[in-house]
């Protein structure tokens, strides 16, 4: 299984980014995918979900500015960010887990995508 993420780069805050995340040797559509975060000095976290059928679900922190969504056909994930600040600075990674009720379970990493937001 190969994830390959990119997309990521320098942008001013308020503006906007989308990274995406191109998987290869798995059956993409049968899994969840997932984005994280990981900020210097900090652990990774969780930022956004989305199942098999195209369900998402966000923290707190990013929903209403952040997007997570798939195209099947191009075993691509994607994350639209928008409004971003330099809080959302950090290497992010997209997963292909399971998701089992509201809780997602990390299976695949890819190999992450440095998004920097100057103030």
């Known amino acids: 299984v190969q994830l390959q993420a990119s997309g990521g780069g320098l942008v001013q805050a308020g503006g906007s980014l989308r990274v995406s995340c191109a998987a290869s040797?798995?059956?993409?559509?049968?899994?969840?995918m997932a984005w994280y975060r990981q900020a210097p000095g900090e652990q990774r976290e969780l930022i956004a979900t989305?199942?098999?059928?195209?369900?998402?679900d966000y923290k707190h922190f990013v929903k209403g500015r952040f997007t997570i969504s798939r195209d099947n056909a191009k075993n691509t994930v994607y994350l639209q960010m928008d409004s971003l600040n330099p809080e959302d600075t950090a290497v992010y990674y997209c997963?292909?887990?399971?998701?089992?009720?509201?809780?997602?379970?990390?299976?695949?990493w890819g190999q992450g995508t440095q998004v920097t937001v100057s103030s």
């Open positions: 997963n292909a887990g399971n998701l089992r009720g509201r809780y997602y379970y990390p299976d695949y």
């Open positions: 989305i199942s098999s059928g195209g369900a998402t």
């Open positions: 040797g798995m059956t993409f559509s049968r899994y969840a």
